[in-house]
């Protein structure tokens, strides 16, 4: 059984930073599981904004690039995914979500549709 706790998030001013943490358990490197961040702002659908897959292969939103950081820290049965996120911006507030899958291929990474484990999100506010 996976389960997925975001912590990390909270209000901050542009420019400043935030490292957003996610603890998994049920899943580890050895599943090749690929972990990502979503998040969602108010009237916005929710976007991919950085994966990381099963060989450490990174992909970040555009929007993101340059910005922020994913990472991820491997036990025998669980694991911490980080984003460091850096300059923040405005745009940038939203719910932020984690999301875990066995196997994503990498042009869908940062899609919706192919995770099945998500967490119930942190709040970040760049003001």
């Known amino acids: 059984h996976v389960q997925l706790v975001e912590s990390g998030g909270g209000t901050v001013q542009a420019g400043e930073s935030l490292r957003l943490s996610c603890a998994g358990t049920?899943?580890?490197?050895?599943?090749?599981?690929?972990v990502a961040w979503f998040r969602q702002a108010p009237g916005k659908e929710r976007e991919g904004v950085a994966a990381?897959?099963?060989?450490?292969?990174?992909?970040?939103a555009e929007s993101v690039k340059g910005r922020f950081t994913i990472s991820k820290d491997n036990a025998k049965n669980s694991y911490r995914l980080f984003l460091q996120m850096d300059a923040l911006r405005a745009d940038d507030s939203a719910m932020y979500y984690c999301?875990?899958?066995?196997?994503?291929?990498?042009?869908?990474?940062?899609?919706?549709?192919?995770?099945?484990?998500w967490g119930q999100g942190t709040q970040v506010t760049v003001s």
């Open positions: 990381i897959d099963g060989d450490r292969q990174t992909y970040y």
């Open positions: 049920g899943i580890s490197l050895r599943s090749a599981f690929c």
């Open positions: 999301a875990a899958q066995r196997v994503v291929a990498g042009p869908f990474a940062l899609q919706e549709w192919p995770y099945t484990y």
